[in-house]
Structure formats: C-alpha cells, structure tokens
C-alpha cells in the first residue's frame, strides 16, 4: 500500500491507423504474438510501450498459474494469434522466467532517423533471448598495461608524499625563528662590538715585525 499520496492520472491511447478500439487491440496482439515468436521486435516507442504491458501480464500469469489455469489459457489464446506459440509460452518461457525477480521485457530508444516520419522507435525484446545485447558490456579495462603502470605510478606518489611530510615538518620545528616584532635582534646587533674594535683587537694580539735598524746594529 502507498504511504503517499499519488494522483492517477489516465492514460492517453494512441491512435491507430484505421482508428476505432478493434483496431488499436488488433496492432497490440500482433506486436505480443511476434514478441513471443521472434523475442524481439521493432515497433514504434509508443506502441511498444503500451504492448510491454501486456505482454508482462501474459508471461506473469504464466509462471504463476500454470497451463492448468483456464483464465490464464484463455488469456494465451486471445493476445497470441498463431496457437502454436501457446506451447512455447508454456514449455519454453515459463521455465526461463521461473526465478526471476525483474520484469520479463527490456524496451530501449533507437535514435531518430533522417530524412523520415520522425516518430520515435524502439526495442522490445524479451530477456535471456538469443541476439546480441543492445546495450554493448562495457570492457573492463583496469587490468591493462597502461592502467596499472599509471596507478603504481600514483601509489608510489602518495607514498613518498606521506614519507616526506613528518621529515618537513619536524625540520621546521627544530629551526629556530625570529620575530621581526620583538627586539632581541636588536639586542644580539647592540652587543656586538664595532667593525673597526675587532679589527684593532686583532691585529694588537699578532706580534709586530722587528725592526730592520735594531736588527742591524746587533749583527
């Protein structure tokens, strides 16, 4: 039951060529009767969306009730019009479709095509048929040369990223910094002596040369 309210809306029928409502039936029980012939059929989008409708109930009450049910027989017998796909329904479908947990119908978009009528077409197939997909599988291209190079490339990144990181940061905390704001800089350039101090300081504690005049008088 819904939690929610949810207002029905009907739905508008297409008109069929030839109009009337025996026409519009007739055009539904060929597309289900060719849909279980063939499992998959070309109408346009709007017919086979109204067809896929139909055919879901059909295949439902199928697996659930069994060729035994007389309702379900009758049902068979009036959307198929060739009584051969009868026993198919039966001994072919309703095996197939005896676990599923989805529908029983896929239905895709084909594109428009130009120059034409511009009514939009589509596909309505029946699961577990044998044609190829519609929908190409995606190839799973993890596993090629070129992508794995390229992600132990980045794993080898990420990991010298993370190694160098605590060495930076803890470089950075043993380096001592000064603030411009404070005045110790100030204070270590008012303690230092003069250029010209040191340079006097030094050159008194190298001894001076001898003289040449007492060096002469004593020889």
């Known amino acids: 039951m819904l939690r929610f309210r949810y207002r029905l809306r009907p739905r508008k029928m297409q008109v069929y060529p030839g109009g009337g409502q025996g026409e519009r039936l007739m055009r539904l029980r060929q597309i289900v009767t060719g849909l279980i012939r063939f499992e998959r059929v070309e109408p346009d989008w709007l017919q086979a969306d109204e067809a896929r409708q139909y055919a879901e109930r059909l295949l439902y009450?199928?697996?659930?009730?069994?060729?035994?049910?007389?309702?379900?027989?009758?049902?068979?017998?009036?959307?198929?019009?060739?009584?051969?796909?009868?026993?198919?329904?039966?001994?072919?479908?309703?095996?197939?479709?005896?676990?599923?947990?989805?529908?029983?119908?896929?239905?895709?978009?084909?594109?428009?095509?130009?120059?034409?009528?511009?009514?939009?077409?589509?596909?309505?197939?029946?699961?577990?048929?044998?044609?190829?997909?519609?929908?190409?599988?995606?190839?799973?291209?993890?596993?090629?040369?070129?992508?794995?190079?390229?992600?132990?490339?980045?794993h080898d990144y990420y990991v010298n990223k993370q190694k160098q990181s605590p060495s930076t940061s803890a470089h950075n905390s043993t380096s001592p910094t000064t603030d411009p704001s404070d005045g110790s800089s100030e204070a270590s350039a008012a303690d230092s002596p003069p250029a010209s101090v040191a340079n006097s300081e030094f050159s008194s504690s190298v001894d001076p040369q001898p003289d040449k005049q007492s060096v002469s008088k004593d020889v």
Not at 99 to 124: F, M, R, S, W
Request: net charge positive; with cysteine; aromatic share 10%.
């Open 61 to 154: 009450l199928a697996v659930k009730n069994g060729d035994k049910d007389r309702q379900t027989m009758e049902l068979a017998d009036f959307w198929l019009l060739e009584k051969d796909l009868v026993h198919k329904l039966f001994k072919v479908l309703v095996p197939r479709y005896a676990n599923y947990k989805t529908c029983y119908t896929d239905l895709h978009k084909l594109p428009k095509e130009y120059p034409a009528t511009g009514i939009p077409q589509g596909v309505l197939e029946l699961r577990g048929n044998p044609w190829p997909p519609i929908v190409a599988r995606q190839r799973d291209t993890k596993f090629l040369l070129s992508n794995m190079l390229l992600s132990a490339a980045r």
